[in-house]
């Protein structure tokens, strides 16, 4: 079975101070990893996927395979990151469905 | 490009009454998938269609509930005689094809069975 844990239900961060949302999985085979955002009133959207190894609106996340983590960090927090952001897990599946953690609200303070 | 759309983005229903949920996938994509996102479950995988194969029913959580795919574009979850506990935000993903898991969502439709 595949599982997303998201430890942190909410977290604040003043604007300018590092922020590290966690998410760890389980998965017995290779995953891919993704992590979702959900702006206040919008549709949930792709913010980065593990494969790309990208860094989008200054954030990056690193599959780490040992602790089977995949933690998403940006340096400085800007206020206009405050959303409610997914990490996601897709599985060698026939259907690729995405089971996702919980969530993290993040509120970054001016 | 016109994203994933949704029909209607809320309804309200009455406890035993069916309701049904519409989907326009991105033109082009082979893939659909129906979320629920509820506030004691979070986002669960419901029902998955990839071209003109069989779906995917395993998220479904009862027979209640049932999906089609007309035509490999539209899509309509039905849900029969509603309970409470149905009360959701039901999202509509597509993806352009199965090697690719990048999903891109619809806005959701917010029911809320009374």
């Known amino acids: 079975a595949q599982r997303v844990t998201q430890p942190e239900k909410l977290l604040s961060v003043f604007k300018g101070a590092p922020v590290e949302l966690k998410c760890n999985y389980s998965?017995?085979?290779?995953?891919?990893l993704f992590w979702y955002v959900q702006y206040s009133r919008q549709r949930l959207q792709l913010l980065l996927r593990h494969i790309s190894r990208e860094s989008i609106k200054g954030f990056t996340a690193d599959l780490n395979k040992g602790e089977t983590s995949f933690h998403l960090k940006k340096p400085f927090a800007q206020e206009e990151d405050s959303a409610m952001y997914y990490c996601a897990l897709s599985g060698a599946g026939s259907a690729r469905q995405l089971t996702f953690g919980s969530g993290t609200q993040l509120t970054v303070l001016p | 490009g016109a994203g994933v759309s949704q029909s209607p983005s809320n309804k309200v229903t009455e406890k035993g009454k069916d309701v049904e949920l519409r989907c326009d996938p991105i033109?082009?994509?082979?893939?659909l998938y129906w979320y629920r996102q509820s506030l004691g479950q979070g986002l669960e995988f419901l029902i998955y269609f990839q071209g003109n194969s069989a779906p995917d029913k395993s998220g479904l959580p009862s027979d209640r509930f049932s999906a089609e795919r007309t035509g490999g574009s539209v899509s309509t979850l039905t849900i029969q005689r509603t309970q409470q506990e149905d009360s959701a935000v039901y999202l509509c993903a597509s993806s352009p094809s199965i090697g690719l898991a990048v999903q891109y969502f619809g806005p959701g439709t917010r029911l809320t069975v009374t």
């Open positions: 998965y017995s085979g290779s995953p891919e």
């Open positions: 033109s082009g994509h082979t893939a």
